[in-house]
């Protein structure tokens, strides 16, 4: 009789961790939807993978707010503040990290080798380090960084044949668009400037701006209107798209670069033969 008793207490122990497939949920509220304290301890670990770490990681293995990259100069990439969840390359440890202001990648941050040109790079939040906030590293390789152990890629951009970055492209869902960045770059009047941009599309979306300062930092206008001519039919001020390619971009100058001097609601004109122009496009397809 004993070992009958014996035997129905054990199997009880048995049955009490068998658990249907469909029970890896989240559990949330009172009574049978939590881990109760009275729990057999020995069930503690299936329950708190199923009711736990098993939904939190469908939910936040790919998790990504902000962390967008976004063109800075023709050799540096700027990724925004943001959190972000690292895995390791099997998926089994999961690192989290909030870097609370922006930082910068260059080349210096490169996995291995050195800059190449007409070449795609891909930028990675790398959480190998024993800190709360994530380091960048560059790599030619679209799925596994070179020397790191916990990343989670963001996005990718192409260095163009001038090695000038270029091409910038988010991997998370709102920033999702191909978009181009020339950077500023300095022009004078009645010239025609080609720029690569690599869209592959001619439907895109597209700003002219115009700067005194190569940094954009002083007098500044834009969006120019792509033609404008002003009350003297000889002139015509500013800069348009002239032409445009699947890969390139023609902007042709005027005879002048205009902007507004003198006081607020002053009705007077400053006018330029030279200065810096900026192109920004993002592809609508």
């Not at 291995?112 to 790079?121: D, L, M």
Request: aromatic share 12%.
């Amino acid at each position: 009789m004993k070992k009958i008793i014996l035997f129905l207490v054990f199997m009880l122990g048995v049955c009490s961790i068998a658990y249907s497939a469909y029970d890896y949920e989240w559990r949330k509220g009172t009574g049978e939807n939590i881990i109760k304290g009275t729990e057999l301890g020995a069930d503690i670990d299936v329950l708190s993978y199923q009711y736990i770490v098993n939904p939190l990681d469908r939910i936040l293995a790919n998790y990504r707010q902000g962390c967008d990259i976004s063109y800075s100069s023709a050799s540096t990439v700027s990724i925004s503040a943001g959190e972000v969840v690292c895995s390791s390359s099997d998926g089994v440890i999961r690192r989290f990290r909030l870097n609370s202001s922006a930082t910068s990648a260059t080349w210096t941050n490169i996995d291995t080798g050195s800059e190449e040109a007409s070449e795609t790079y891909y930028v990675y939040a790398v959480a190998d380090a024993d800190s709360t906030a994530f380091t960048i590293t560059i790599s030619k390789s679209a799925t596994s960084p070179t020397g790191v152990t916990y990343f989670k890629r963001l996005g990718h951009f192409y260095n163009n044949a001038d090695s000038d970055i270029t091409l910038i492209v988010n991997d998370n869902f709102w920033s999702d668009r191909k978009t181009y960045d020339s950077g500023w770059f300095a022009v004078d009047v009645n010239t025609d400037y080609v720029k690569t941009h690599n869209l592959s599309t001619t439907a895109v979306i597209a700003s002219v701006y115009f700067s005194e300062s190569s940094l954009g930092t002083d007098k500044f206008y834009g969006p120019m209107p792509l033609s404008w001519r002003d009350h003297n039919p000889e002139y015509t001020v500013g800069a348009c798209i002239a032409e445009m390619s699947a890969s390139t971009v023609t902007l042709r100058t005027g005879n002048r670069f205009t902007i507004p001097a003198g006081s607020v609601g002053a009705d007077s004109y400053e006018t330029l033969t030279s200065g810096y122009l900026r192109i920004i496009m993002m592809a609508t397809e």
